[in-house]
């Protein structure tokens, strides 16, 4: 009994202290739960108000206390999106991917997207897919997902720009940048002088304000009138400098405005200078403004009768939209929506019209190369906007272009990686050709009216035909290469091809081709002789008539021809040989190199007195003795395969230089399209 008596008291003492520990971990799982909805209103509040660097922050305390927490990790990538951190927007999307997290259609698109500007394209390309091309964002998808399928046609330009970052950064925003007589304005986050200094929530950097570049290339604060206390930047003068139209926070004669779901939008300003010109007049706001949507980013025609800018607005075709107004002569009209060829589902910012009627923007609802690109297109006939391409845009944000008068030269923003702060802004040069071509005579050297056709090599696409006139002009850019076609009846036509490349860079006088004509004689008396053009590297390095012996010739195609006709002798077919090109550290024959050595193999079948010589290359990578044997093994699998297919050891000559002999020095800057030139073997013709 005793026993008993003592068994049920040690169970009343282990219940009551199994209800006791029970309870005390409710206790304890109530004040957690408690803590953590607390911190996440906290985070959520600082979210909603755009405080976006302090909501990073506050969800990363949610974390702490919870941390599978499915809001809390989206919240954070959004976050980091949100003040264009990109690698950091990536981990924690990833995070959230991992975890499960990401179902939502917002959140597989916003992922995409920062996959895309930290150049991971196959895997954004996953995601584009995931998200299908449903809903209202379909037109943005689809575009997105074309661009990463033809991600190399943005850098097929590259070789027309030279881009490089201003001395005037800092490691704070500076962009926006506007002409302003004989330099350039732009909008900045540099601290400010004076005891009160606010901060922007939404990244917790400095208010904008204006600066301009004076003649010692320092930048300082524009004449009063226009800096606040809040964000000015970017504007747009004219007028002889005596007119501007700039951004501005809805902060006006001292008050701040703020829309209905708390946030103060931006809005267009337009003054005057005062008569002394030392300082800007009030600014009076444009008749488009409202507190509840932004208006900003402004550029305006030579004649200051069109004004462009951007904004969201409603009744828009994506988020932020570019919009017009004109000037009647006393006040701006109502705003004019560009249109869909030139807004998209998603971002349209920074318009800037160029005196010739391009309008150039950047946007991030276009095929491009990840975040905002720039785009051109005219102004009075839109059509498909062209995206710029490398080195003008990249991965990151490229935005708020403007181009100098004579289209040579330029600024822009971006964040691009290897600049000083946030955003950066860069001074680019832009090399085109102004080309004119002439039908000449072959004999006599004297004009001819005939039709002279022009074409680029790679489209086929015309760019210019010309009826009986006697010279044809039009405008390349550097890179470009062009198939120039002339005839005229009772003559033989003249073909010949221009490339680019190798012009000087800066040409500002016209180009002048002439194209020899030779008059036709009668069949009895002419010769026909096939010629052979040797190209490496985009340069003809060989020209040859095959005969009994190899007829070679400096010069052009059309020089040789010409001097052939006046021997009587007919070219009647050409054939052209190019570099083989090889993958990265790999010296296996691809199939495009395969396909160039079955024509080789035909001429030398075709004329076996002919003999060639392989040279062979490396890109710049590796030491210089690996890339000495690289080179040796390219020439070997060259070799190799033209001894498989019935050529003769002893018409074959092979020569290595690794990486002696670059087709393009750019030394530690390569982008892969210049390792690719690098990685070659040049074929060449031995008598």
Same mark, same amino acid.
């Given at each position: 009994?005793?026993?008993?008596?003592?068994?049920?008291?040690?169970?009343?003492?282990?219940?009551?202290?199994?209800?006791?520990?029970?309870?005390?971990?409710?206790?304890?799982?109530?004040?957690?739960?408690?803590?953590?909805?607390?911190?996440?209103?906290?985070?959520?509040?600082?979210?909603?108000?755009?405080?976006?660097?302090?909501?990073?922050?506050?969800?990363?305390?949610?974390?702490?206390?919870?941390?599978?927490?499915?809001?809390?990790?989206?919240?954070?990538?959004?976050?980091?999106?949100?003040?264009?951190?990109s690698n950091q927007a990536r981990e924690?999307?990833?995070?959230?991917?991992?975890?499960?997290?990401?179902?939502?259609?917002?959140?597989?698109?916003?992922?995409?997207?920062?996959?895309?500007?930290?150049?991971?394209?196959?895997?954004?390309?996953?995601?584009?897919?995931?998200?299908?091309?449903?809903?209202?964002? /379909?037109?943005?998808? +689809? %575009?997105? =997902?074309?661009?990463?399928?033809?991600? *190399? $046609?943005? &850098?097929k330009d590259s070789v027309a720009y030279?881009?490089?970052?201003?001395?005037?950064?800092?490691?704070?925003?500076?962009?926006?940048?506007?002409?302003?007589?004989?330099?350039?304005?732009?909008?900045?986050?540099?601290?400010?002088?004076?005891?009160?200094?606010?901060?922007?929530?939404?990244?917790?950097?400095?208010?904008?304000?204006?600066?301009?570049?004076?003649?010692?290339?320092?930048?300082?604060k524009i004449q009063r009138g226009i800096?606040?206390?809040?964000?000015?930047?970017?504007?747009?003068?004219?007028?002889?400098?005596?007119?501007?139209?700039?951004?501005?926070?809805?902060?006006?004669?001292?008050?701040?405005?703020?829309?209905?779901?708390?946030?103060?939008?931006?809005?267009?300003?337009? /003054?005057?200078?005062? +008569? %002394?010109? =030392?300082?800007?007049?009030?600014?009076? *706001? $444009?008749? &488009?403004?409202?507190?509840?949507?932004?208006?900003?980013?402004?550029?305006?025609?030579?004649?200051?009768?069109?004004?462009?800018?951007?904004?969201?607005?409603?009744?828009?075709?994506?988020?932020?939209?570019?919009?017009?107004?004109?000037?009647?002569?006393?006040?701006?009209?109502?705003?004019?929506?560009?249109?869909?060829?030139?807004?998209?589902?998603?971002?349209?910012?920074?318009?800037?019209?160029?005196?010739?009627?391009?309008?150039?923007?950047?946007?991030?609802?276009?095929?491009?190369?990840?975040?905002?690109?720039?785009?051109?297109?005219?102004?009075?006939?839109?059509?498909?906007?062209?995206?710029?391409?490398?080195?003008?845009?990249?991965?990151?944000?490229?935005?708020?272009?403007?181009?100098?008068?004579?289209?040579?030269?330029?600024?822009?923003?971006?964040?691009?990686?290897?600049?000083?702060?946030?955003?950066?802004?860069?001074?680019?040069?832009?090399?085109?050709?102004?080309?004119?071509?002439?039908?000449?005579?072959?004999?006599?050297?004297?004009?001819?009216?005939?039709?002279?056709?022009?074409?680029?090599?790679?489209?086929?696409?015309?760019?210019?035909?010309?009826?009986?006139?006697?010279?044809?002009?039009?405008?390349?850019?550097?890179?470009?290469?062009?198939?120039?076609?002339?005839?005229?009846?009772?003559?033989?036509?003249?073909?010949?091809?221009?490339?680019?490349?190798?012009?000087?860079?800066?040409?500002?006088?016209?180009?002048?081709?002439?194209?020899?004509?030779?008059?036709?004689?009668?069949?009895?008396?002419?010769?026909?002789?096939?010629?052979?053009?040797?190209?490496?590297?985009?340069?003809?390095?060989?020209?040859?008539?095959?005969?009994?012996?190899?007829?070679?010739?400096?010069?052009?195609?059309?020089?040789?021809?010409?001097?052939?006709?006046?021997?009587?002798?007919?070219?009647?077919?050409?054939?052209?040989?190019?570099?083989?090109?090889?993958?990265?550290?790999?010296?296996?024959?691809?199939?495009?190199?395969?396909?160039?050595?079955?024509?080789?193999?035909?001429?030398?079948?075709?004329?076996?007195?002919?003999?060639?010589?392989?040279?062979?290359?490396?890109?710049?990578?590796?030491?210089?003795?690996?890339?000495?044997?690289?080179?040796?093994?390219?020439?070997?699998?060259?070799?190799?395969?033209?001894?498989?297919?019935?050529?003769?050891?002893?018409?074959?000559?092979?020569?290595?230089?690794?990486?002696?002999?670059?087709?393009?020095?750019?030394?530690?800057?390569?982008?892969?399209?210049?390792?690719?030139?690098?990685?070659?073997?040049?074929?060449?013709?031995?008598?």
């Open positions: 009994m005793k026993n008993i008596y003592t068994i049920t008291i040690l169970l009343i003492g282990l219940l009551t202290i199994s209800w006791t520990e029970i309870d005390k971990n409710k206790e304890v799982k109530k004040k957690t739960k408690g803590k953590i909805e607390k911190a996440k209103v906290k985070a959520s509040r600082s979210f909603d108000s755009f405080a976006y660097t302090k909501s990073i922050k506050r969800y990363k305390k949610v974390l702490q206390l919870s941390p599978d927490d499915n809001e809390a990790t989206i919240k954070i990538a959004d976050s980091y999106r949100k003040i264009n951190d924690w999307y990833k995070k959230a991917a991992d975890l499960g997290f990401l179902v939502n259609k917002a959140d597989q698109l916003n992922y995409a997207q920062v996959l895309s500007s930290v150049g991971d394209y196959e895997e954004a390309d996953k995601w584009y897919n995931l998200h299908g091309e449903n809903g209202k964002m /379909a037109v943005l998808i +689809k %575009n997105k =997902k074309e661009a990463l399928k033809s991600i *190399e $046609l943005f &850098f030279n881009v490089r970052i201003t001395d005037f950064n800092t490691e704070h925003s500076d962009f926006g940048p506007s002409y302003l007589e004989e330099g350039i304005v732009f909008a900045s986050a540099r601290p400010s002088k004076g005891l009160f200094k606010p901060k922007y929530a939404w990244d917790n950097s400095n208010f904008l304000d204006m600066f301009k570049v004076n003649e010692k290339g320092e930048a300082v800096n606040t206390r809040y964000h000015e930047g970017p504007a747009t003068f004219f007028d002889q400098s005596n007119k501007v139209i700039f951004t501005r926070n809805n902060y006006h004669k001292g008050k701040s405005n703020e829309s209905k779901d708390g946030v103060n939008k931006l809005k267009l300003f337009y /003054a005057i200078k005062s +008569k %002394n010109g =030392k300082k800007w007049c009030p600014a009076v *706001e $444009l008749p &488009f403004n409202s507190d509840e949507y932004s208006v900003g980013h402004p550029s305006v025609t030579e004649d200051g009768l069109t004004l462009y800018f951007a904004s969201d607005m409603p009744g828009g075709k994506g988020g932020s939209d570019i919009y017009m107004s004109r000037w009647d002569g006393e006040k701006w009209g109502g705003a004019e929506n560009m249109g869909e060829l030139v807004n998209s589902p998603g971002n349209e910012f920074f318009p800037f019209i160029h005196p010739d009627g391009t309008l150039y923007y950047s946007s991030d609802g276009m095929p491009g190369l990840g975040g905002l690109d720039v785009f051109e297109v005219s102004s009075s006939d839109p059509g498909i906007p062209k995206n710029i391409g490398y080195p003008i845009n990249t991965q990151k944000d490229d935005f708020g272009l403007i181009l100098s008068n004579d289209g040579r030269s330029g600024y822009l923003s971006s964040n691009r990686e290897g600049g000083e702060g946030h955003d950066d802004i860069y001074s680019f040069e832009k090399y085109f050709y102004d080309v004119k071509v002439l039908l000449v005579d072959a004999k006599t050297g004297e004009p001819l009216e005939g039709t002279i056709n022009s074409s680029y090599v790679k489209s086929d696409k015309i760019i210019a035909t010309t009826g009986a006139d006697k010279e044809l002009t039009f405008r390349v850019i550097r890179g470009d290469e062009v198939n120039l076609t002339g005839m005229k009846e009772n003559y033989s036509k003249v073909e010949e091809k221009l490339a680019t490349i190798d012009l000087p860079k800066e040409m500002k006088e016209p180009y002048v081709i002439k194209l020899p004509l030779m008059g036709i004689e009668k069949e009895s008396e002419e010769q026909f002789r096939d010629v052979v053009v040797i190209e490496n590297n985009g340069e003809t390095t060989q020209l040859f008539a095959i005969e009994e012996e190899l007829i070679e010739k400096e010069g052009t195609l059309a020089s040789f021809r010409a001097d052939m006709m006046k021997k009587g002798i007919k070219v009647m077919k050409v054939y052209t040989y190019q570099n083989i090109l090889y993958d990265f550290d790999k010296s296996n024959i691809r199939k495009d190199a395969a396909e160039k050595l079955d024509r080789i193999i035909w001429l030398l079948n075709e004329y076996p007195t002919v003999s060639i010589k392989l040279k062979s290359h490396t890109d710049i990578r590796g030491s210089k003795s690996y890339n000495q044997e690289l080179a040796k093994k390219r020439a070997l699998s060259a070799r190799t395969y033209l001894m498989k297919n019935g050529i003769s050891r002893n018409r074959i000559i092979e020569s290595s230089y690794g990486e002696e002999e670059v087709f393009i020095n750019c030394k530690d800057n390569c982008n892969e399209q210049q390792h690719q030139s690098n990685r070659r073997t040049e074929i060449l013709i031995e008598n």
